[in-house]
């Protein structure tokens, strides 16, 4: 209110209105002035329950809350001419002093009539898929740098299949862990049953299971998870020194050709 | 509460005040037997809640594998009237409160063929008459 005297007594010249900043400046003065008006109390002692001084705070926060989007607007200009008061003159050559020119904005129509006619059909004929990030160019690596990627891989993964862990704890001097076999394809199968069980006790329903996630149930539960239990990976990377041939791998094996459909779209059965 | 060697355990119990209800999983232990039907669950859970079976709605029962423990969903709810406004038809026809008519698969596949031979209005015409 001290301020407000002084405004009604005409000291400031108001004629114009109080400019954005200088309103921010005597805020953030006053804000301040409050602040330590309360430290002061808290550190004397006294309460500062019900303190007049803490009303005027949050008054003054939530005016300058308000302001600060329009500020954030202004932030260009001030700072422009704050760093051509610093730099003391404007520099013809700053490239902030140009605005966009709108005329280059217009696409020159009259260049591309100009292309040839013979290119063009080429050009509408092949697809050039849109550039929309940046992809990795993958032209110049011969032969050789693929194969060392590859053998760079095949070491990195031979590294973590069991047997090498095992040698490891053997050799390692620290505390042993005991814990249950993690097979991969049980945790993966018992991840995703986990994962339905949840959802499903959280919505109350029942889903019904696809058959992808049936055969896999299946595969995992039941004679063949027995068979994995001799397979070992392949650690020729580490061992030869070159990549795994594929084709040893039994994840993905299909039927060599399927069998020929019918007429009436079933397999044919064979009679002998 | 174990009668004939089956206990019935509720697990996750909520009230459900928007629906007026009270829903809750429920663990049935069964070993040796076969899954109990869903009648005697509802017994079950009416004795456990101190209420009528007829508010009970209990559905989705699976048996683990191996047999022996079965996990289902049950409602009970506040009455009667609340149940047959919230809950889904085909459940309220399982306890013989409401009759959904079926007009057979085949009945329907047919009429949809009729149908197709006309334009506009006068498909729904076609379906009245069963042409012989």
Redesign the interface.
């Known amino acids: 209110d001290h301020l407000l005297k002084k405004a009604t007594e005409n000291e400031y010249n108001t004629s114009k209105g109080i400019s954005f900043l200088e309103l921010k400046y005597q805020l953030l003065l006053s804000y301040l002035m409050n602040l330590t008006y309360i430290s002061l109390q808290k550190s004397q002692g006294s309460s500062i329950q019900d303190d007049p001084a803490i009303d005027r705070l949050i008054e003054i926060r939530t005016v300058l809350e308000k302001m600060r989007p329009i500020d954030k607007k202004l932030k260009y200009q001030v700072d422009k001419v704050v760093r051509t008061a610093a730099s003391g003159g404007t520099d013809s050559s700053d490239p902030l002093r140009y605005r966009a020119n709108p005329e280059n904005l217009i696409s020159k129509l009259d260049d591309e009539s100009e292309s040839e006619s013979e290119g063009e059909e080429k050009k509408s004929k092949i697809y050039h898929p849109p550039k929309l990030t940046a992809m990795h160019y993958e032209g110049d690596e011969t032969e050789m740098d693929k194969d060392q990627k590859v053998l760079e891989r095949a070491k990195k993964r031979a590294l973590s299949t069991s047997m090498l862990r095992e040698l490891r704890e053997e050799f390692s001097e620290g505390p042993t862990e005991i814990r249950e076999t993690t097979s991969t394809q049980r945790s993966r199968a018992e991840r995703k049953l986990r994962e339905r069980t949840h959802y499903?006790?959280e919505n109350?329903?029942?889903f019904s299971v696809s058959k992808k996630d049936k055969n896999e149930m299946k595969r995992v539960?039941g004679l063949s998870s027995l068979n994995n239990l001799t397979h070992f990976d392949d650690i020729s990377a580490l061992t030869e020194g070159r990549a795994p041939q594929a084709g040893g791998s039994s994840k993905k094996r299909k039927h060599g050709g399927k069998g020929k459909k019918g007429k009436k779209g079933f397999k044919k059965k064979r009679i002998h | 509460m174990s009668e004939g060697a089956a206990t019935i355990r509720t697990r996750?119990f909520m009230t459900n005040r928007l629906l007026c209800r009270k829903?809750m999983?429920v663990d049935v232990l069964h070993p040796g037997k076969a899954t109990i039907p869903k009648t005697e669950v509802r017994e079950k859970l009416a004795k456990m809640y101190k209420t009528t079976p007829d508010v009970i709605f209990c559905?989705?029962f699976?048996t683990k594998?191996g047999g022996g423990k079965t996990s289902g969903?049950g409602l009970i709810y506040d009455s009667l009237d609340f149940a047959k406004k919230f809950e889904p038809k085909y459940r309220l026809q399982r306890h013989g409160l409401v009759e959904i008519k079926k007009t057979g698969r085949k009945q329907r596949k047919e009429r949809k063929n009729r149908q197709k031979k006309v334009r506009g209005t006068k498909k729904a015409k076609v379906g009245a008459g069963k042409k012989k």
Do not use: D, L, N, T
């Open positions: 499903e006790e109350f329903m029942r539960a | 996750k829903q999983i559905f989705g699976r594998f969903f």
